[in-house]
């Protein structure tokens, strides 16, 4: 696993995963451990990743959260409201 300053390890897979934003590294090759901050805690701490960890680039992550701006919730759900 190699991580820049500014990507993302994501832990977990669906609703339940965990994101952390890569604050600082460790090893200028971009292994592990990381110095990262928790978004759902709020916690910053020196991570080292399990097999359960990916990593997502910054560019990767602004992409998706470009996506899902664009794609409403009702579209990402697959509503059908205001079908008849």
């Not at 604050?23 to 020196?46: C, F, I, N, S």
């Not at 910054?58 to 899902?68: G, K, L, P, V």
Request: glycine content about 10%; aromatic content about 4%.
């Amino acid at each position: 696993m190699k991580a820049r300053v500014g990507d993302w390890i994501v832990v977990g897979h669906g609703e339940g995963a965990r994101r952390a934003l890569v604050e600082q590294l460790r090893h200028p090759d971009g292994t592990p451990p990381y110095e990262v901050h928790w978004l759902d805690t709020d916690a910053r701490v020196l991570l080292f990743p399990g097999a359960d960890a990916h990593v997502v680039t910054a560019e990767e992550e602004a992409q998706r959260i470009t996506d899902a701006i664009h794609t409403g919730p009702r579209e990402r759900a697959g509503s059908t409201a205001g079908t008849p």
